[in-house]
């Protein structure tokens, strides 16, 4: 009984903390400005300035920044999907010379960030004269979630027992009818978490951006945020109701995907 | 196109009918059509930007932007003659070994505690998850703010509990401001690695702790004897990752200090990134990425073992 006591209170002590900075993230977002230079700083706002999240929107191209990063996360999201599903279909049901070595290289570029590579990122952009768009942004998120989606696709399509899918076709299915009823939904687990993970990814990718765009249209969230506190101004309030409406639509998402998610990124290697 | 040649060659010898030529070439190039897209887009987006990393590494290019040429290596010679660097890659070091042995550490205890029946369990697994999708910029803008000189919680709940007697400038030293970076790291490195130890501890069977507690093991023993070496693969696994991701870490840095003051809480990482787009040294930068770039390639060499990704892909 004790035991269940000090448990559950280390649980709750546990969730405090880790949510504690967006709890903060969520009072600061309502405080009036002036009282934000105020030393020491307040717990809670002395007044409840809801209108913060209404104001945001004025006090710079809030929407453009959510436009940018919706349309760079939705096409890479399309994109890598578009390439990983027949690719790992294909590595999964088929035995064909070469099949090793992509699935190698699979895992290897799984391991890469765009961190370490942004210098060469830059230079191809430049060569490519992509720098400043979307196009650059959407190849970029695109390529770099690819690896794990073909991974965490192949082990779902691996995992379904090929007579299945022939069953349905000697049933009269078709081919593609035996694919779209049979195998698909069973594989909708893996088809959602490659979707959320990598639009997830895209939507929270900074470096990248912050290096290829420039003018102020094209800057998705994450360089979009930081610009609202300066040499110049400091509107915390703003910087954080933004990051707010950045980070809770994706908080839900992730929680759907959070249990498929570990055998992928383990590479296989934990279950 | 090694597979085509053998056969076509094989095809001359034997006298037994094969299919046609034009058959043999369309098996052989099926899968291409279904790999081709993804082949394209690794290629040219993945694999382009670390040959054209290690190009720029080699060539003379000068402030403005202009390719003059290749000059050997220069812009290694210039890298190793920084003053900054040794401190720099010490600092790197660290940086990735504080924060993975720490983070490994207190994920052991959270996944245990996330992996043990209590009222709220389900609640306080998604409180875990927050860090691990947000933003990892936005969260260390908050730890900044948190940090704040004048208005922080940090110095108002200190000033409170009279642990200090006036407000701290945490972020303006650099031995506290790294330390507090390596832990807002830790804090973002957190969720990942606990669901794995928790992926882990969930594969272990019910009745191999049956058969310690009939032997009348301690609960000691049973955690060191039992627990802890069936956790190694989820262990090593996560260790490895993190390692990769620690030394990635670009954004917590870069909103809370920018490597300063001057680079003396710079990793290796914003070190390159400051080398190329704030000194405008482009070819020196491209040396630094190449040098960490080596670094990431042994640890995923690591990895794969680590997966035994030969069984994997059976």
């Not at chain 1, 390529?143 to 082990?155: D, R, S, T």
């Not at chain 1, 360089?223 to 110049?232: I, L, R």
């Not at chain 2, 830790?186 to 009939?214: C, H, K, M, N, W």
Request: overall charge positive; hydrophobic content about 55%; charged content about 15%.
């Amino acid at each position: 009984m004790t035991r269940r006591v000090v448990l559950t209170g280390l649980g709750w002590l546990v969730a405090f903390v880790f949510l504690l900075p967006y709890l903060q993230m969520f009072i600061t977002a309502l405080k009036p400005e002036k009282e934000l230079t105020k030393s020491p700083g307040t717990y809670l706002p002395s007044h409840w300035t809801w209108s913060n999240f209404i104001d945001v929107w004025s006090a710079a191209p809030v929407w453009t920044y959510l436009r940018v990063s919706l349309t760079v996360a939705a096409a890479a999201t399309i994109v890598t999907l578009a390439c990983a599903m027949p690719a790992a279909y294909y590595t999964a049901r088929n035995r064909f010379r070469g099949r090793g070595a992509f699935l190698l290289l699979v895992l290897v570029t799984q391991m890469f960030a765009p961190t370490a590579l942004v210098i060469g990122i830059y230079r191809e952009m430049v060569a490519l004269n992509l720098t400043d768009t979307l196009l650059a942004l959407i190849l970029v998120n695109a390529a770099f979630n690819l690896p794990f989606c073909i991974w965490i696709l192949h082990g779902y399509f691996s995992s379904i027992p090929k007579e299945l899918e022939e069953a349905a076709f000697l049933d009269g299915a078709g081919r593609v009818g035996a694919l779209t009823r049979v195998t698909l939904p069973i594989s909708m687990p893996g088809v959602v978490t490659a979707i959320v993970y990598t639009f997830i990814a895209a939507w929270n990718e900074y470096i990248v951006a912050l290096t290829v765009t420039a003018s102020p249209d094209r800057r998705p969230l994450t360089v979009g945020v930081p610009s609202f506190v300066t040499q110049y101004q400091a509107h915390w309030q703003f910087l954080f109701a933004t990051s707010l409406i950045a980070i809770v639509p994706v908080v839900i998402l992730f929680i759907f995907i959070e249990r498929y998610l570990i055998g992928g990124l383990t590479a296989g290697s934990v279950k | 196109m090694q597979d085509l040649k053998t056969r076509r060659r094989g095809a001359a010898t034997s006298q037994a009918p094969r299919p046609s030529l034009l058959r043999r070439t369309g098996r052989a190039l099926t899968p291409l059509a279904w790999l081709g897209p993804s082949l394209v887009l690794i290629c040219v987006v993945v694999l382009w930007p670390v040959i054209e990393m290690v190009r720029t590494s080699l060539q003379h290019i000068t402030s403005s932007g202009v390719t003059v040429g290749y000059n050997g290596t220069t812009n290694y010679t210039d890298l190793f003659d920084e003053d900054d660097l040794i401190p720099v890659v010490l600092r790197t070091l660290l940086w990735v070994g504080g924060i993975v042995v720490i983070t490994m550490t207190l994920s052991l205890a959270l996944g245990q505690l996330l992996n043990a029946r209590f009222p709220g369990r389900r609640v306080v697994r998604w409180a875990v998850i927050v860090p691990w999708a947000a933003s990892v910029l936005m969260t260390a803008l908050i730890w900044k703010w948190m940090l704040d000189n004048y208005s922080g919680l940090v110095n108002r709940v200190l000033l409170d509990l009279h642990i200090i007697d006036k407000p701290v400038n945490w972020l303006a030293h650099p031995g506290q401001a790294m330390l507090w970076m390596m832990w807002v790291a830790v804090f973002v490195s957190l969720p990942f690695t606990s669901f794995v130890i928790l992926a882990g501890l969930q594969t272990i069977p019910e009745d191999v702790y049956e058969a310690a507690r009939v032997d009348g093991a301690s609960a000691f023993r049973t955690y060191f004897g039992i627990t802890l070496p069936l956790l190694r693969p989820a262990i090593l696994i996560a260790s490895i990752i993190n390692v990769i991701n620690v030394f990635n870490s670009f954004p917590i840095i870069w909103a809370m200090t920018a490597g300063g003051p001057g680079s003396d809480t710079d990793t290796t990482t914003t070190f390159m990134y400051k080398l190329a787009f704030y000194d405008q040294h482009v070819g020196e930068s491209g040396a630094m990425a190449v040098v960490n770039f080596a670094l990431i390639l042994v640890m995923v060499l690591f990895y794969l073992r680590a997966a035994r990704w030969r069984e994997e892909v059976r």
